[in-house]
């Protein structure tokens, strides 16, 4: 883990973290920066006291018979890839959530709306042939599934890879309500493909849940809107923006 710290002739400022997600995950890291904000405004201790606790859930049965080789970490390939900022403005959002209310009556997430229309338009960009498998994956939080709970203040990994896999077609032709849908079904179906990983159900072909290809045809998704980094306040109030750069 490293920090670093730029400070702007106005007096702003801008830190920066470096830290190895075996240590944490989204939320852990959050509670981290939180607790320093706090150390730094003067308390003593932090208000959540941080809990190590990596023997909370015991890991998957080994399977007596793996058809292939233990799966490794995906290869990085070697894309020539470059950062791109895309804004989706709030009317645009409210649009699309607004347009799913009409059509089933019930709400939709900010995410479900962005993800969705970003991996839509993102295939049709593409041009995929017809019929390519597209999937869209991202993580979510596992701590409501455990139990016993985990105990307050814990900072490790506890998450869990949704997928979701559709033709390049049909996810073309699809409106931005189906494609909602499929992401809220996905989401809904979490706790079952959780169990069935902690049986070890999952891993029986010798896929692992967690070692999804990287590949073109693969989105991922990340939100760190809600882990709680725009509460991080170390003396100034909250952050005025913060961001993610990850790298492998």
């Not at 003067?42 to 018979?65: M, Y």
């Not at 699309?96 to 338009?121: I, P, R």
């Not at 699809?174 to 070890?200: D, F, H, R, T, W």
């Amino acid at each position: 883990m490293a920090f670093s710290v730029t400070q702007f002739e106005c007096g702003g400022f801008v830190i920066g973290l470096i830290f190895c997600h075996t240590i944490c995950d989204g939320l852990g890291a959050a509670q981290f920066l939180n607790a320093v904000g706090e150390i730094a405004r003067g308390l003593e201790h932090p208000s959540t006291t941080p809990v190590w606790c990596r023997d909370f859930s015991p890991l998957p049965p080994q399977q007596e018979k793996m058809n292939t080789l233990p799966v490794l970490p995906p290869a990085m390939p070697n894309y020539r890839l470059q950062h791109a900022n895309i804004d989706i403005s709030l009317d645009q959002i409210k649009q699309v959530k607004t347009e799913f209310h009409d059509s089933t009556g019930q709400m939709c997430s900010t995410f479900e709306a962005v993800a969705a229309t970003f991996w839509k338009f993102r295939t049709l960009a593409v041009n995929f042939e017809p019929n390519t498998e597209v999937k869209l994956v991202f993580f979510a939080n596992c701590r409501q599934l455990l139990e016993p709970p985990l105990p307050k203040g814990f900072y490790g990994n506890c998450f869990f890879p949704v997928t979701i896999t559709a033709s390049s077609e049909t996810l073309a032709q699809a409106s931005n309500v189906e494609v909602i849908k499929l992401i809220q079904e996905a989401k809904g179906n979490l706790p079952v493909e959780y169990s069935k990983y902690m049986k070890g159900d999952s891993m029986k072909n010798g896929e692992d849940p967690f070692a999804p290809p990287l590949i073109y045809t693969t989105l991922f998704i990340s939100e760190w809107g809600r882990l709680g980094f725009n509460q991080v306040d170390y003396g100034w109030g909250p952050s005025s923006s913060h961001c993610s750069n990850p790298r492998v």
